[in-house]
């Protein structure tokens, strides 16, 4: 069955950085775009970075743009997000998500599986 393990979460300061891995399983990888959403307490799912199955297309939500990085690495079925200049605002469960096809939405109806999700807190 479809399996998706998110790690790399925990407790970073402001500015700091941390970079979460998604390790999938029971899926051709390599064959569906990918994406990162959050939720932080008390508010609704925002998707924050997507990439498409070969890795060439990314897109950031704006709040993110030019600090998080996202990748794939298809020979080892995993997905990262890279995050640099963190900020309190950041903090949320962050979890990977599977996309239904090889494209990549800001519509989270449009993925079928995902992680438990990992914790980052972003805190002095």
């Known amino acids: 069955q479809v399996q998706l393990v998110e790690s790399g979460g925990g407790l970073a300061q402001p500015g700091g950085s941390l970079r979460l891995s998604c390790a999938g399983s029971?899926?051709?990888?390599?064959?569906?775009?990918m994406s990162w959403a959050r939720q932080a307490a008390g508010t609704g799912l925002e998707w924050v970075s997507g990439?498409?199955?070969?890795?060439?297309?990314?897109y950031y939500t704006d709040s993110v743009k030019g600090r998080f990085t996202i990748s794939r690495d298809n020979a080892k079925n995993t997905l990262y997000l890279q995050m640099n200049s963190l900020k309190p605002e950041d903090t949320a469960l962050y979890s990977c998500?599977?996309?239904?096809?090889?494209?990549?939405?800001?519509?989270?109806?449009?993925?079928?599986?995902w992680g438990q999700g990992t914790q980052v807190t972003v805190s002095s």
């Open positions: 990439i498409s199955s070969d890795g060439t297309d990314t």
């Open positions: 029971g899926f051709t990888f390599s064959n569906y775009g």
């Open positions: 998500r599977k996309s239904t096809d090889s494209l990549v939405r800001g519509d989270l109806r449009r993925y079928d599986y």
